[in-house]
């Protein structure tokens, strides 16, 4: 069973920073995209960043150039660098996984998400 542990949120002002660290462990997939969703407060799930095993990334235009993704060495280990932060960043971010067997996706995996707030 594969679980994803997320660390690193909490509260900034307006113009901090904060990292997100997101480590699976369980995951036996040689290949799979690694990524951060947000939820605000009656809003839908949204995309913020991706990468894959390659380290091709993909990132929502509403952080482009103020967030970076990345992974670890280890590759089952994924970080956000969120710099810039303003206060519509503000919502639980959730770590995801998604497993592939040669080219057929499998079913994703979730983090249970970390609360970003960011002060004005």
Avoid at 30 to 40: C, E, K, L, T, V
Avoid at 103 to 117: F, K, N, P
Wanted: net charge positive.
């Amino acid at each position: 069973q594969v679980q994803l542990v997320e660390s690193g949120g909490g509260l900034v002002q307006a113009g901090g920073s904060l990292r997100l660290s997101c480590a699976a462990s369980g995951s036996t997939f040689s290949i799979n995209d690694m990524g951060w969703y947000r939820q605000a407060p009656g809003k839908r799930r949204e995309l913020v960043a991706r990468i894959s095993t390659s380290g091709i990334t993909n990132l929502a235009d509403s952080v482009k150039g103020r967030f970076t993704i990345s992974r670890g060495n280890a590759k089952n280990t994924v970080f956000l660098q969120m710099n810039s932060l303003k206060p519509e960043d503000t919502a639980v971010y959730y770590c995801n996984l998604t497993p592939y067997r040669g080219a057929i996706r499998l079913d994703d995996y979730w983090g249970q998400g970390t609360q970003v707030t960011v002060s004005s």
